[in-house]
């Protein structure tokens, strides 16, 4: 369960923490700027994870 | 004329969808509010991700993209955040809400504590924070249509037909009304949203990637966070608490009462982040309009939107995009008067009057639909710069309602009822105070480093409710207990 809650914390921490490293505009990552980029990166990474914890968790 | 053909043309699909929606069923007050507690995944989450496109994502998404550039992004995170804790938050409150059958946010805070009187507290913070939300709302609604009618309809005249439609399928079909409203409206933003946010930059710029690079040449650094003010530490502390704030909004809490089973809101936390990435594509808008419509100041930046889609495109489509705004409006704006009639009855009146009936309970919570529907028309037209004021202070109001929310869910009682009580009182006190008078964190603390004072100032408010929480907790501990109200028993939640 603790294990759980952890991976859940991972993309808040990811995307919030690495804010003031990655914002600047360059490199254009897949036509965005490398800020956007990183966080559309971590919303997609926060799927993934709630899908993992889904399967590990729900017959 | 076309245009505003095609929008009164969906306007009146929303109200034939809306009232539609009670067929075969009496509306009593577990239907009107709760639909039964029998809706599947898609409804749940149709429900759900009708708070991520409401006018003020639709205009004031575009909206800040263009007037304030990266910190529209904080837009894009604080959701995928709210949507993680909703896989454990949401699941623990609904089986509460089901074993008690509640209908309202501040029931729950009733029963959780045993605590009528806190329940009528936080029945008054949801109603304080809904009414300008709903103001909001309306007022998108009023500019959408004015707008893409050319004026043909005055802002005024839309306002008014708007909040007539919401009351009627609000008061006739509850819940179910917006549930079914809300399948018109997602399917409708889906296709607009990626249309103009795929198209314009295209048609202006020969791609997104041109875009960005244009943008960034005309206006150096506004595609990222500035050093000072909207710095990396605002954006952090902003997400955050907007995470905590995401389903304390009364509406929004209520919404996860509807569900049939558990599982829907663990299947829901996967997909709802990815659905919120179609925010992109409004930002993109946003950003093409930096360039083709210059010129926009301060609110007007909302306009945005609206401006190059009736530049670009022809009448009908540009109703098609009407049509979609206005039901952006009406699917959160049709939750929120529910939400706040039936906390006035259910929480307020019933703590007044103990015996009325469940049955005239629910009479009374539809009877007061139009109540609440003419306050906001009131404050709509009347409310001039304070209503914005009111409508900064939401989503900090209801994000004092977390910590005593976080900490009943425990396994035992880590808070007393007067904790709660006094932890919310305090920081919607403090959250008055500094929204009216306008302070920041730098103005409290000059004499702090700059990523301290860029901090949101929601972020004091929060910190003396827990010290408030905490201190009074431990002050009436004991007292509480002699009271009858010992830690609960794990088999009663």
Redesign the interface.
């Given at each position: 369960m603790r294990l759980r809650y952890l991976a859940g914390a991972i993309p808040a921490v990811g995307m919030l923490g690495g804010i003031f490293f990655a914002n600047r505009s360059e490199p254009v990552v897949l036509g965005l700027p490398f800020i956007l980029f990183w966080l559309v990166t971590w919303v997609v990474l926060t799927s993934v994870v709630m899908a993992v914890t889904y399967w590990s968790d729900n017959e | 004329m076309t245009a505003l053909l095609v929008v009164l043309g969906f306007v009146l699909i929303a109200l034939v969808l809306g009232i539609r929606a009670r067929r075969g069923r009496d509306m009593d007050l577990e239907q009107w509010t709760v639909g039964g507690r029998g809706f599947g995944s898609a409804f749940v989450f149709l429900l759900m991700a009708g708070e991520i496109y409401t006018t003020f994502t639709f205009l004031g998404g575009s909206g800040w993209a263009y007037g304030k550039g990266?910190p529209a992004?904080y837009i894009?995170?604080y959701g995928?955040?709210a949507?993680?804790?909703s896989?454990?938050l949401l699941p623990a409150i609904w089986r509460f809400a089901k074993r008690r059958g509640l209908h309202s946010q501040s029931d729950f805070f009733a029963a959780k504590f045993d605590s009528p009187l806190l329940g009528a507290l936080v029945a008054l913070v949801g109603v304080a924070a809904l009414v300008p939300y709903l103001v909001l709302q309306l007022k998108g609604l009023g500019i959408i249509v004015s707008e893409v009618s050319g004026q043909a309809i005055p802002y005024a005249w839309a306002i008014i037909l708007g909040t007539l439609v919401l009351a009627v399928y609000v008061t006739v079909s509850g819940v179910h009304g917006s549930a079914w409203t809300s399948v018109l409206k997602d399917g409708l933003i889906l296709v607009v949203v990626l249309a103009l946010g795929i198209y314009l930059p295209w048609h202006y710029f020969g791609?997104?990637?041109p875009m960005?690079?244009a943008v960034?040449a005309a206006k150096p650094?506004f595609?990222?966070?500035p050093d000072s003010g909207m710095s990396?530490t605002w954006?952090?502390s902003t997400?955050?608490l907007s995470?905590m704030g995401f389903y304390m909004w009364p509406h929004s809490f209520t919404a996860a009462y509807t569900a049939r089973d558990e599982?829907v809101f663990?299947?829901n936390?996967?997909?709802l982040?990815?659905y919120?990435?179609i925010l992109?594509f409004v930002?993109f808008v946003g950003f093409t309009a930096v360039l083709v419509v210059p010129g926009l100041k301060g609110s007007d930046g909302d306009l945005s939107l609206l401006r190059i889609t009736t530049k670009t495109f022809d009448p009908w489509f540009v109703g098609v995009v009407g049509g979609a705004g206005v039901l952006t409006a009406l699917v959160p704006g049709s939750l929120i008067l529910m939400s706040s009639a039936t906390m006035l009855a259910k929480n307020l009146y019933r703590v007044v009057r103990p015996a009325t009936s469940e049955a005239r309970t629910g009479l009374l919570a539809k009877a007061l639909v139009p109540v609440v529907a003419l306050i906001a028309l009131y404050f709509t037209f009347n409310g001039g710069d304070t209503i914005v004021s009111l409508l900064l202070m939401g989503y900090s109001l209801v994000t004092q309602l977390f910590p005593a929310l976080l900490l009943s869910l425990a396994k035992r009682r880590l808070v007393t009822t007067s904790g709660a009580a006094c932890g919310i009182l305090a920081g919607v006190a403090v959250v008055a105070v500094l929204t009216l008078t306008g302070v920041t964190v730098g103005g409290l603390a000059p004499g702090l480093p700059q990523p301290v004072k860029d901090l949101n100032v929601g972020v004091v408010a929060l910190l003396v409710n827990l010290l408030v929480l905490g201190a009074v907790t431990l002050a009436t501990r004991r007292k509480e207990a002699v009271r009858g109200l010992p830690p609960e028993p794990v088999a009663a939640r």
């Amino acid at each position: 369960m603790r294990l759980r809650y952890l991976a859940g914390a991972i993309p808040a921490v990811g995307m919030l923490g690495g804010i003031f490293f990655a914002n600047r505009s360059e490199p254009v990552v897949l036509g965005l700027p490398f800020i956007l980029f990183w966080l559309v990166t971590w919303v997609v990474l926060t799927s993934v994870v709630m899908a993992v914890t889904y399967w590990s968790d729900n017959e | 004329m076309t245009a505003l053909l095609v929008v009164l043309g969906f306007v009146l699909i929303a109200l034939v969808l809306g009232i539609r929606a009670r067929r075969g069923r009496d509306m009593d007050l577990e239907q009107w509010t709760v639909g039964g507690r029998g809706f599947g995944s898609a409804f749940v989450f149709l429900l759900m991700a009708g708070e991520i496109y409401t006018t003020f994502t639709f205009l004031g998404g575009s909206g800040w993209a263009y007037g304030k550039g990266g910190p529209a992004f904080y837009i894009l995170c604080y959701g995928s955040i709210a949507f993680t804790a909703s896989y454990w938050l949401l699941p623990a409150i609904w089986r509460f809400a089901k074993r008690r059958g509640l209908h309202s946010q501040s029931d729950f805070f009733a029963a959780k504590f045993d605590s009528p009187l806190l329940g009528a507290l936080v029945a008054l913070v949801g109603v304080a924070a809904l009414v300008p939300y709903l103001v909001l709302q309306l007022k998108g609604l009023g500019i959408i249509v004015s707008e893409v009618s050319g004026q043909a309809i005055p802002y005024a005249w839309a306002i008014i037909l708007g909040t007539l439609v919401l009351a009627v399928y609000v008061t006739v079909s509850g819940v179910h009304g917006s549930a079914w409203t809300s399948v018109l409206k997602d399917g409708l933003i889906l296709v607009v949203v990626l249309a103009l946010g795929i198209y314009l930059p295209w048609h202006y710029f020969g791609g997104i990637a041109p875009m960005f690079r244009a943008v960034e040449a005309a206006k150096p650094g506004f595609l990222t966070l500035p050093d000072s003010g909207m710095s990396p530490t605002w954006f952090v502390s902003t997400v955050l608490l907007s995470a905590m704030g995401f389903y304390m909004w009364p509406h929004s809490f209520t919404a996860a009462y509807t569900a049939r089973d558990e599982r829907v809101f663990r299947r829901n936390a996967i997909v709802l982040p990815l659905y919120q990435l179609i925010l992109l594509f409004v930002f993109f808008v946003g950003f093409t309009a930096v360039l083709v419509v210059p010129g926009l100041k301060g609110s007007d930046g909302d306009l945005s939107l609206l401006r190059i889609t009736t530049k670009t495109f022809d009448p009908w489509f540009v109703g098609v995009v009407g049509g979609a705004g206005v039901l952006t409006a009406l699917v959160p704006g049709s939750l929120i008067l529910m939400s706040s009639a039936t906390m006035l009855a259910k929480n307020l009146y019933r703590v007044v009057r103990p015996a009325t009936s469940e049955a005239r309970t629910g009479l009374l919570a539809k009877a007061l639909v139009p109540v609440v529907a003419l306050i906001a028309l009131y404050f709509t037209f009347n409310g001039g710069d304070t209503i914005v004021s009111l409508l900064l202070m939401g989503y900090s109001l209801v994000t004092q309602l977390f910590p005593a929310l976080l900490l009943s869910l425990a396994k035992r009682r880590l808070v007393t009822t007067s904790g709660a009580a006094c932890g919310i009182l305090a920081g919607v006190a403090v959250v008055a105070v500094l929204t009216l008078t306008g302070v920041t964190v730098g103005g409290l603390a000059p004499g702090l480093p700059q990523p301290v004072k860029d901090l949101n100032v929601g972020v004091v408010a929060l910190l003396v409710n827990l010290l408030v929480l905490g201190a009074v907790t431990l002050a009436t501990r004991r007292k509480e207990a002699v009271r009858g109200l010992p830690p609960e028993p794990v088999a009663a939640r």
